[in-house]
């Protein structure tokens, strides 16, 4: 690729400024892979997402107006994450969140509950300091964390 070819291809990309120096920034990633396991039945994911009806939103397939609903992502720990895993991409649905946040947001997490205090298997193990291996086995075993203390598993909402 010659200079000038080099230049105009750059500039091809810049246009929504999501490119800097010649390198794709983070959310606009996070916005095309959206877009294309959505859209796109050839592309990694889309049996989990376009296949089984899951949309983005007509005003997202304008990349400007997704950063402008969405802002920039507070740092390299967060990536985009549905509020309700059946509802399609959209400002409504949709938020910056960790992994641990998007790991309790899965459909499969299960929750646990002492009536005070509720929170993932993991959760639970780190509140009453045991590993999670021993949170686990206690479960199953006695249907509680605790001996004496009723916790029971709470049925999904989704």
Not at 81 to 110: F, G, L, V
Request: a positive charge; charged letters at 30%.
């Amino acid at each position: 690729m010659t200079p000038e070819q080099y230049d105009k291809w750059i500039a091809g990309k810049t246009k929504h400024g999501a490119y800097a120096g010649g390198v794709e920034q983070p959310e606009h990633y996070i916005w095309r892979t959206m877009i294309s396991r959505c859209n796109n039945p050839k592309a990694s994911g889309y049996a989990y997402y376009g296949g089984r009806g899951i949309t983005v939103c007509k005003r997202w397939h304008d990349y400007k107006k997704f950063i402008a609903d969405m802002g920039l992502r507070p740092s390299a720990e967060y990536s985009l994450d549905r509020i309700n895993s059946d509802k399609p991409y959209s400002p409504s649905n949709c938020r910056w969140a960790t992994r641990s946040e998007q790991q309790k947001n899965k459909t499969t997490t299960k929750l646990y509950t002492d009536g005070k205090f509720t929170g993932t298997l993991i959760e639970c193990a780190n509140k009453l300091k045991i590993s999670k291996e021993l949170a686990y086995w206690r479960f199953k075993s006695w249907g509680s964390f605790e001996k004496g203390k009723e916790w029971r598993q709470l049925p999904k909402t989704k």
